[in-house]
């Protein structure tokens, strides 16, 4: 469905998912994307890709979503998909204390490849689990966040718990970076011309 500009959608957001291998960063975005779950996904090779368009605050926004590999050997591959994203979802498992432990190594992956304002949530996965699994508490990790000065949820893929709302805080807080102006297509040019100054700016920081 077109807008009043005859565009599908107002703005693109270019999201991306990281974190270790096998916290779950597949599961959330196909949780979002096409409402299933899968226990057998296989490990992401390298980068995956998914689009929905949603409708916020009077805005569609068409967010392009890229799951990257958590293994270190495809570090050189995935780094080049931080240029231009406009919000991160750094993801743990809170069954796997390991997970947490590696928070700090992905915020400098973050700050190496990443513009310097792009939007970084911590998420926690697996908040069904069992408390006697669990490896990290939700304090620990809204703490953690805290001393970064990144927003902090906890999401569930596999029951679908906050993962909707995982993604749509963090479109609101990209949306609040843009400015609001009543000509829709002036609009879509600060966007792009946003999008193009975190390419750059992640492009000489590497």
């Known amino acids: 469905m077109a807008n009043k500009s ?14 270790d291998k096998a916290v779950g960063k597949t599961s959330i975005m196909y949780r979002f994307s096409d409402d299933k779950f899968n226990p057998s996904w296989l490990a992401t090779i390298g980068i995956d890709f998914k689009i ?31 240029r231009g994203a406009m919000g991160i979802m750094l993801v743990y498992d809170v ?14 992956r973050i700050e190496d490849h990443a513009a310097e304002d792009v939007v970084t949530m911590l998420v926690g996965n697996k908040c069904d689990a069992d408390m006697r699994d669990r490896a990290v508490s939700k304090s620990r990790g809204s703490a953690m966040a805290a001393q970064h ?13 906050n993962v909707e709302k995982a ?6 807080a990209i949306l609040t970076m ?14 792009e011309s946003l999008q193009r100054k975190h390419a750059v700016r992640a492009k000489c920081c590497r």
């Open 149 to 161: 000065s990144i927003s902090f949820i906890e999401t569930s893929a596999k029951v679908g718990i």
């Open 6 to 19: 005859g565009k599908s959608h107002d703005f693109t957001f270019k999201l991306l998912l990281i974190g």
């Open 52 to 82: 929905r368009t949603i409708e916020l605050n009077g805005n569609t926004i068409k967010l392009q979503i890229w799951d990257t590999a958590g293994q270190e050997r495809f570090d050189t591959i995935t780094a080049q998909y931080y």
């Open 95 to 108: 069954t796997c204390q390991q997970s947490f432990d590696h928070i700090a190594k992905w915020l400098r």
């Open 167 to 172: 993604f749509y805080d963090l479109a609101t």
């Open 178 to 191: 843009v400015p609001v102006d009543v000509d829709m297509n002036k609009n879509r040019v600060m966007v």
